[in-house]
Structures are given as C-alpha cells and as structure tokens.
C-alpha cells in the first residue's frame, strides 16, 4: 500500500536559518515524489519532483529534496529562509500512474 | 504559465441543497481530478477522470458525488445531497498525460454546508 508520512505537522524557524521539512513514503517500487506549497488562500504549486533521475532534486525558491531509498525518504531543505516562505507544504506521492496521495502537510512558520 | 481556475472561490449552501463546483482544467490536459481538504485534514483524493469518464474514484466519492465534463472545457463536481460532513476545500486539478507527472492545481472553492 502507498503511504505518506509527514512527520512534523507544526515548523518553526527563524528568518535566515535552515529549514528541514521531512517525509517518509511507503512504496513498494521507487515511487514518483513530490513537494507542493500551500500559501493562504492559493492553490497548491508544486514545488519540486523526483521522477528517479538524480536523487538530489532542485526546485523553486531554493528549495531542494534528497531521495533516500535506504530510509525511504523525501525531506525538503532550504539552507535560508525567509519571510515569504511561511506556508503549508505537502510531500505527494505518485502510486499507480494516476493517483497522488498527500502527506497531512507541515505548517512552517517563519519568525523575524 | 496556463492555470486551472474554479469558481466560485467560496459556495454557502443549505443542507440537503445540491452544489456544483466549477473548473477549467488547462486546455490541452488529458487528465482531471477532484481532491478536497477538510479543516485541518490532509488532502484527500475523490475521483480521477480520463477520456470521458471516471478513471479511478475513492471511498470518499459515493453516489452524491458526480463528476462531467459538459462541454470539452469545464469539469464539474455535483454534490447531489450535501451534508455538514462535505464542507471543505474542494481542489480541481489536471495534467496533460501520461509520462508529465506534474500535477496543476486551481485555488480551490471553499464550500460551506450550514
């Protein structure tokens, strides 16, 4: 069965300080993985993907995620933060070709 | 970049009332989705729809729930019979085939059922 565990529903940083939002998929073959950002009222933008090509995945904004097989991982990574970045993100998971489970989301909260 | 847009952003309806949720998907995209998200929920999927009908639906998506693409460019969501259980986040997304994983999504319709 397909599964995604976010394991932190609440982050909080201070502006300019790494951030490190994590993810832990269930799979039975190397999945395709995902990073969507949920900013207040606003859609869902996706962020960055793993398609099994590099296991070091850049994205928009800095951001960046590591595919980690052995730990069946996907955390997302920002050496800096900043204001604007204060959001919801969600770690998807592709099962199936067609159906994307989302993670319960991490709130990362931005402090000046 | 091309965007999927629903209305309305926000539907206040009536228990027992029947809803309809508006999308355009982007024009050239072959596959549309329903998800929704309860307060504080995850993100949950309902339906998926390709070449004209449902592809693969949730537990979630009982007989209330109906999906159609009228007319080659909107994709709606009815809500035959809705319940307090229904208000959420309804998202509407699409993608344009198989082999493009990216998945795009519209800002959502916040449905409220008093």
């Known amino acids: 069965a397909q599964s995604v565990t976010q394991l932190d529903s609440h982050v909080s940083v201070s502006e300019g300080t790494p951030v490190l939002l994590r993810c832990n998929y269930s799979s039975s073959y190397s999945p395709s993985l995902f990073w969507y950002v949920q900013h207040p009222n606003k859609g869902l933008q996706l962020l960055l993907k793993?398609?099994?090509?590099?296991?070091l995945v850049k994205g928009i904004n800095g951001f960046e995620a590591e595919f980690k097989k052995s730990e069946t991982s996907f955390h997302l990574t920002k050496p800096s933060a900043h204001m604007s970045d204060a959001a919801e993100y969600f770690c998807?998971?592709?099962?199936?070709?067609?159906?994307?489970?989302f993670g319960s989301g991490t709130k990362l909260n931005v402090k000046p | 970049e091309p965007e999927v847009t629903q209305t309305p952003s926000h539907q206040v309806t009536q228990m027992g009332q029947e809803v309809i949720l508006h999308c355009v998907p982007i024009s050239n995209h072959l596959y549309f989705y329903w998800y929704r998200q309860i307060l504080g929920q995850k993100v949950e999927f309902l339906v998926s729809?390709?070449?004209?009908?449902?592809?693969?639906k949730s537990e979630i998506f009982d007989d209330q729930f109906s999906v159609e693409r009228p007319d080659g460019s909107n994709f709606t969501l009815k809500i035959r019979s809705t319940k307090l259980e229904d208000s959420a986040m309804y998202f509407c997304?699409?993608?344009?085939?198989?082999?493009?994983?990216?998945?795009?999504f519209g800002s959502g319709t916040q449905l409220s059922v008093l």
């Open positions: 998807v998971c592709l099962y199936n070709f067609n159906k994307f489970y």
């Open positions: 729809f390709y070449n004209n009908e449902i592809s693969e």
């Open positions: 793993y398609t099994s090509a590099a296991t």
């Open positions: 997304a699409s993608r344009p085939g198989q082999g493009v994983e990216k998945l795009f």
